[in-house]
């Protein structure tokens, strides 16, 4: 079975984002870029299934601009054995995204499509229930825990109230959550290695995708920035302050 | 024309989630409807009926609902999607499972955790963790919309709308539920809660959660956790607070033995009163913090116990 992972370059999850003077934006010149965190997560466990003998090729895809190529190494880097980079600069929507990534599941035919549930710029969280939608499969979102079985895919997954798992018939979507695993660093002799991997490159055009935006951003924003307030000596002084507040 | 709000509940009861997208939906298009799927949920129908200003609560009582799975829940939101121009759901686990599919065959974006409402196409929505705000214009299409329950005050109850019952859309029939286990607490749910008190990596192990499980019921609170708190399994998995956790926005938000990682601020920061506890003076939690106090919590906390008994 071939699992298809798509990955997202986005900025480091440790940079602070600055938002641009003329609000069109976030500031993106000379940050720091890396794999999205839950995307990373994605390629791991495709790497487990690899190793258990559960997977027998991992695809990486990504969507953007020339510097995704980094993210795809750090992908085969991994232990993904090939991938593939949809050129485009410019505005993605999740439903374009997933539109694009509907062709590629189409051409590539995996058994299984590893996404994260949400890339950490947009904070969207729809990609994978897009595309799971399109290709008419199931889906087991924020993914805790995955075991292949006979035909199907048992899924555990974070909700509000605690886990749920449920059943789905394979080909299937997951996207998976923070808990799924812990992803490895890639090995010096596995980064060398993945400079030999091959990374196919192709453009939206190719899969016949209309990827203009369809919402139009009128501005972005700093958020009401919240300001330190008082420093108490003592925690008997901390519940008097919260008394006279009416909090507590 | 009008919108519809995808009811979040239990089966027995409605989540206060749904009152605070019914006033979300209020604002976009008039009239109101509540769609209440789910497996003997008929009570729920009833108590959504009571939300002041719906107009009409659908039911669509079948097992095939029981667990709310994206796959045959999204095919009834499509069976009856023509006859609404916004389609609402809380930007909770099941809202944020189901709507992408439903905004994905009527080919039309989905606008995810809207903070406020503009005017009837333009919203307010969170990007990087809530490092930016992002304004954004919908227009000329169906609105498919979840909603940052934490920004919405409740729509109060008072109303008495009609229930009508809808048969079942088909099942895809590619998904099965097998199991679930939810963690049970006598204490508030973490995102209607009045008060919450959070422990991070500070608090070393499970047991020493009594520390602060102890407050909670001292104080009515509900009891959140940073992610290196759940990723230790200090506490449970729906107990993370932050950008990939669960939003919180309580009247007190007491933060013990917690950095203040961006992560973790996107899902409290909007809290009406801060208070960090922490042994680090330098740690960025006290950034955003009403109150803070630069201590041991291990003394704390107990003192803290103690003074609330005076
Ligand atoms: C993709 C992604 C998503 C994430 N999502 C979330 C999220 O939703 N929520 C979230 O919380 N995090 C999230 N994180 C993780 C986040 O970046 C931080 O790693 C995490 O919040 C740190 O948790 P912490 O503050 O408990 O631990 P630490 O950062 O280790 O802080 C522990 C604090 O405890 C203090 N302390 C230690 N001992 C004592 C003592 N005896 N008395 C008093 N103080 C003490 C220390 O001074 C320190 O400040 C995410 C990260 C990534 C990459
Ligand atoms: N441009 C992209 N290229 C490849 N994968 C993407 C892209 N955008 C989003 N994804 C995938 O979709 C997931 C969810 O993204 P989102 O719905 O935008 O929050 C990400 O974690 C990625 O796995």
Same mark, same amino acid.
């Given at each position: 079975m071939k699992v298809l992972v798509p990955v997202k370059r986005v900025i480091d999850f440790n940079v602070a984002v600055r938002v641009k003077a003329d609000r069109t934006g976030v500031d993106l010149t000379n940050v720091k870029m890396s794999i999205n965190p839950f995307d990373e997560i994605a390629v791991e466990e495709a790497v487990r299934l690899k190793e258990k003998g559960k997977a027998s090729e991992i695809i990486a895809v990504s969507i953007g601009p020339a510097g995704a190529q980094e993210t795809l190494r750090t992908a085969l880097a991994m232990g993904a054995d090939r991938a593939i980079l949809v050129k485009h600069d410019g505005e993605l929507e999740p439903l374009a995204v997933a539109k694009i990534l509907k062709a590629v599941a189409i051409e590539e035919q995996p058994g299984l499509i590893l996404l994260g549930k949400q890339a950490i710029d947009d904070d969207c969280n729809q990609v994978g229930q897009m595309l799971a939608a399109l290709l008419a499969w199931p889906q087991g979102t924020f993914a805790a825990k995955v075991e292949i079985e006979e035909g199907s895919i048992a899924v555990t997954r974070e909700v509000d109230g605690g886990l749920q798992t449920v059943s789905l018939r394979l080909p299937a979507v997951v996207t998976t959550d923070l808990r799924l695993n812990e992803p490895r660093y890639a090995s010096l002799p596995n980064i060398m290695k993945a400079r030999k991997k091959p990374i196919a490159e192709k453009t939206v055009a190719d899969y016949g995708v209309d990827a203009a935006p369809r919402l139009k951003v009128l501005e972005v924003r700093e958020p009401e920035k919240r300001r330190a307030g008082a420093r108490v000596a003592s925690a008997t002084e901390l519940v008097g302050k919260l008394r006279e507040r009416g909090v507590i | 024309m009008a919108s519809l709000v995808l009811a979040e509940h239990n089966n027995s009861s409605l989540d206060e989630a749904t009152a605070k997208t019914v006033t979300a939906a209020a604002q976009i298009s008039l009239p109101v409807h509540v769609l209440v799927a789910g497996a003997n949920c008929a009570g729920v129908a009833q108590q959504a009926a009571?939300?002041? !200003?719906?107009?009409k609560v659908l039911l669509a009582d079948d097992a095939r609902y029981a667990n709310f799975l994206a796959e045959p829940m999204a095919e009834l939101v499509l069976a009856h999607a023509s006859s609404y121009d916004a389609i609402l759901a809380p930007a909770t686990a099941n809202g944020k499972n189901i709507l992408p599919r439903v905004a994905a065959k009527l080919d039309v974006p989905q606008i995810s955790e809207i903070l406020a409402v503009e005017s009837a196409d333009v919203f307010r929505r969170p990007i990087y963790a809530g490092n930016a705000i992002q304004k954004v214009e919908a227009k000329g299409f169906k609105k498919i919309i979840t909603v940052r329950v934490a920004a919405f005050a409740a729509t109060p109850s008072g109303g008495n709308a009609a229930i009508e019952t809808i048969p079942p859309a088909d099942d895809p029939g590619r998904s099965r539920f097998v199991t679930e286990n939810l963690s049970r607490s006598e204490r508030p749910e973490l995102t209607a809660a009045k008060i919450v008190i959070s422990g991070g990596r !500070?608090?070393?192990?499970k047991d020493n959660f009594a520390l602060i499980e102890r407050i909670a019921d001292r104080l009515g609170a509900a009891v959140g956790a940073s992610r290196a708190a759940v990723d230790a399994g200090f506490v449970p998995n729906d107990r993370q607070v932050g950008q990939t956790g669960k939003i919180v926005a309580p009247e007190l938000y007491i933060a013990v033995g917690i950095s203040g990682a961006i992560q973790h601020l996107a899902g409290m920061k909007d809290s009406k009163v801060i208070v960090a506890i922490n042994k680090d003076e330098g740690a960025p939690i006290f950034g955003v913090a009403d109150y803070g106090l630069v201590a041991d919590l291990f003394e704390a906390l107990p003192e803290f116990e103690k003074a609330l008994d005076r």
């Open positions: - | 009571k939300l002041a !200003g719906v107009e !500070g608090l070393q192990s």
